[in-house]
């Protein structure tokens, strides 16, 4: 078989598909592989460059296969689908591939390290079981307000709820009391399950120092520094804090033409857990700001926009400081007028 140069590999559960052109452009492998036999048909092969859409298992794969000597490039599946040429098949998304990893102006994916996809799990059973918490929450005080039992809002908020359900109280009958116990104790395992959690994540934090040089921005504690540094490998991949901040979909989506430009909501894309732990963030740094003691640039957007408006735009102004730390290797340095301003109060 004549040497190919660059190959396109269609990731899939169980059966995966091969596209390999020599230097020339001339195709010279095509073929289905199992599971199985994909590690032993790339060992046979001398390096080449091996082009992969970027999901769940393509890190894994990356990692692999570079260890035979391959280079692997992970690309965005979007950006990935303006190449394949008619229907949709899995010879044509290799085929795809195959092109798009040439491209020169392709956008690539960092390989991340089986560490920092540990730690990314991390936050992904973290999210889940704040998700769960939340309709456990949920579910409780939707039943209990069926029998007029009305609790202020908020985690902390409901445990009186749990001790009526436990008691005797006679304004919610046995039958219910029993129904939702079962309810209670979910809860309750679900808070012990997230302080181990929490305590690993701030371990990996502590022990990470581009984690510790994040969390000095204001609004960035461990779990959104920690997130950030596992979720980017390599800040280099972005070549300014604009373009991380987009990636993230904290930008206007654009739907401009005839050199009439016309901005939207923001485009949502990117990573949704990195994107919604910013605007937390900002939204806790908005909570506390006072003219005066804050930023005069936070001051002033807060008289200007909306609450939630504010927040989005200071999580994109985090986002690109975030990439500002990574890529430079530096420490958070606040304005001289906000030192200046705590210094007179």
């Excluded at 430009?261 to 732990?277: F, V």
């Excluded at 700001?289 to 939630?308: F, T, V």
Aim: aromatic share 6%; proline share 5%.
């Amino acid at each position: 078989m004549t040497k190919a140069s660059t190959i396109g590999l269609d990731l899939a559960k169980h059966v995966f598909q091969v596209h390999g052109v020599d230097a020339h452009g001339a195709v010279v492998v095509q073929r289905r592989l199992r599971r199985s036999d994909i590690l032993k048909f790339f060992a046979r092969l001398e390096p080449a460059l091996v082009g992969m859409e970027a999901c769940s298992t393509s890190h894994y794969w990356a990692r692999e296969l570079r260890a035979f000597g391959h280079e692997v490039r992970l690309m965005p599946a979007q950006y990935v689908k303006a190449y394949v040429k008619r229907q949709k098949n899995d010879a044509a998304d290799a085929a795809a591939i195959c092109e798009a990893v040439s491209r020169p102006s392709m956008r690539f994916v960092a390989v991340k390290t089986a560490e920092q996809q540990a730690s990314t799990m991390l936050h992904r059973s973290r999210e889940l079981l704040v998700r769960q918490r939340t309709m456990l929450i949920n579910a409780l005080r939707g039943h209990l307000a069926e029998f007029g039992v009305i609790e202020a809002r908020g985690p902390s908020k409901v445990w009186p709820l749990a001790a009526l359900i436990e008691s005797d109280d006679e304004r919610v009958p046995e039958l219910a009391r029993r129904a939702l116990r079962p309810l209670i104790a979910q809860l309750r395992a679900i808070g012990i399950q997230l302080e181990a959690i929490d305590a690993e994540i701030l371990a990996w934090h502590q022990a990470s120092e581009t984690s510790r040089r994040l969390a000095t921005i204001p609004g960035i504690g461990p779990v959104i520094a920690s997130a950030i540094a596992a979720s980017v490998p390599d800040a280099s991949a972005f070549a300014s804090g604009r373009e991380f901040a987009a990636w993230l979909g904290l930008v206007p989506r654009q739907n401009s033409t005839g050199g009439k430009p016309r901005l939207g909501r923001i485009s949502k894309q990117g990573d949704a857990n990195l994107r919604r732990l910013l605007i937390i963030g900002a939204q806790s740094v908005l909570r506390w700001a006072r003219p005066g003691k804050s930023n005069a640039w936070i001051i002033a957007l807060m008289a200007r926009r909306p609450r939630k408006v504010a927040a989005v735009a200071l999580a994109n102004k985090m986002a690109r400081i975030a990439w500002a730390l990574m890529a430079r290797g530096q420490y958070y340095r606040p304005p001289k007028i906000v030192m200046a301003a705590a210094s007179v109060a």
